[in-house]
């Protein structure tokens, strides 16, 4: 079954701290795996975009991997910032036509 | 910069009304989605359209239907709004062929509320 799945569900962090989030996926033919940011109350926005050979892949403070042979991916945020605070969606595309979505991240930023 | 708008933030609407939902972007984009969003579901893909006058059901078109006469312009309607409809709803567009290949592009979002 094609699934992702994103860990954790929520998370809580200082302003100024690093965090993880992660995507693993069982979505195959694997074409392209993208991160986008949803703040609150808009729609959501690429972060990222990954092929089968990217390893890593950088926007700013946003640094995304991804090991195909395990299926899964992170992003890492750097030095965060209150406009960090926003949900986090990891979508997986197989083949030309099906895209699969995962339930999000919502991270939160505290000065 | 791709610019995707939809032609209301906030709905509430009353069970039974038919409800119209108008999304138009600006980039000549041969692809536009209908998405709801709810609350631990992520994002469902209701119905797709890859051309004019074109369409395809996603994953939930169940109580929906779409409309799409001209390239930049995608509607979504609700025939007989339920107060299951009551969600967020995304319109987004995307260039490439092929569905999946191509960066979506959302617009703000429809917050639906039946009642």
């Known amino acids: 079954k094609n699934q992702v799945e994103q860990s954790p569900q929520s998370l809580i962090i200082l302003e100024g701290k690093n965090c993880t989030l992660q995507?693993?996926?069982?979505?195959?033919?694997?074409?392209?795996l993208r991160w986008y940011k949803q703040d609150t109350g808009r729609g959501p926005v690429s972060l990222t975009i990954m092929t089968f050979s990217e390893n890593t892949k950088s926007n700013g403070r946003y640094t995304a991997t991804l090991d195909a042979d395990t299926k899964q991916s992170s992003l890492h945020i750097t030095a965060s910032q209150l406009s960090d605070s926003a949900s986090y969606i990891c979508v997986v595309s197989a083949g030309a036509n099906n895209l699969f979505f995962g339930t999000g991240t919502r991270l939160t930023v505290i000065p | 910069d791709v610019k995707v708008t939809q032609s209301s933030r906030y709905l509430v609407k009353r069970t039974g009304e038919k409800v119209f939902l108008e999304c138009v972007q600006d980039?000549?984009?041969?692809?536009m989605f209908w998405y709801r969003q709810d609350p631990g579901l992520g994002l469902r893909l209701i119905y797709f359209?890859?051309?004019?006058?074109?369409?395809e059901k996603g994953d939930i078109p169940e109580g929906y239907s779409v409309s799409r006469e001209k390239k930049e312009r995608f509607s979504l309607i609700l025939e007989s709004a339920s107060t299951n409809q009551t969600s967020m709803y995304l319109c987004?567009?995307?260039?490439?062929?092929?569905?999946?290949?191509?960066?979506?592009?959302f617009g703000p979002g429809t917050r639906l509320l039946v009642l």
């Open positions: 980039m000549d984009h041969e692809n």
């Open positions: 987004a567009s995307s260039s490439l062929s092929g569905r999946a290949y191509g960066t979506q592009y």
């Open positions: 359209s890859y051309d004019v006058k074109m369409k």
């Open positions: 995507c693993n996926y069982t979505v195959s033919p694997f074409s392209n």
